[in-house]
């Protein structure tokens, strides 16, 4: 479902530049998820919140949930959007590092 080549959008880059800006989309975590929007042909969207029950899901699992809406809507789908909670991703790297470097005593 993810371009492997494909880099984040310019509003998510400019949130924190320098590592963002070199990020490339292979894989989206879940728990930084926030909803998933379908653009349709007849100009109408649906749009999945992910909730936090959604969160503890697979990735198989949210797969399977995503392919029965594509096949539903395979003929009127125009566009995929994914919305993640990019202040989270920050916030998360962010601390994870420090404590990192904390057992390193850097």
Not at 36 to 42: P, R, T
Not at 79 to 88: A, P, T
Request: aromatic share 10%; proline share 5%.
């Amino acid at each position: 479902m993810l371009n492997p080549d494909k880099k984040l959008p310019v509003n998510i880059v400019n949130i924190w530049p320098e590592v963002f800006g070199e990020v490339q989309l292979n894989v989206i975590p879940i728990k930084y998820l926030q909803s998933i929007s379908f653009y349709l042909k007849n100009n109408n969207t649906l749009k999945f919140i992910i909730s936090p029950q959604d969160r503890e899901l697979s990735w198989d699992e949210l797969n399977s949930k995503l392919t029965q809406i594509s096949k539903e809507y395979e003929d009127i789908i125009e566009r995929v959007d994914f919305k993640m909670n990019s202040i989270k991703i920050r916030r998360d790297i962010e601390r994870l590092s420090k404590q990192f470097f904390r057992k390193l005593k850097i």
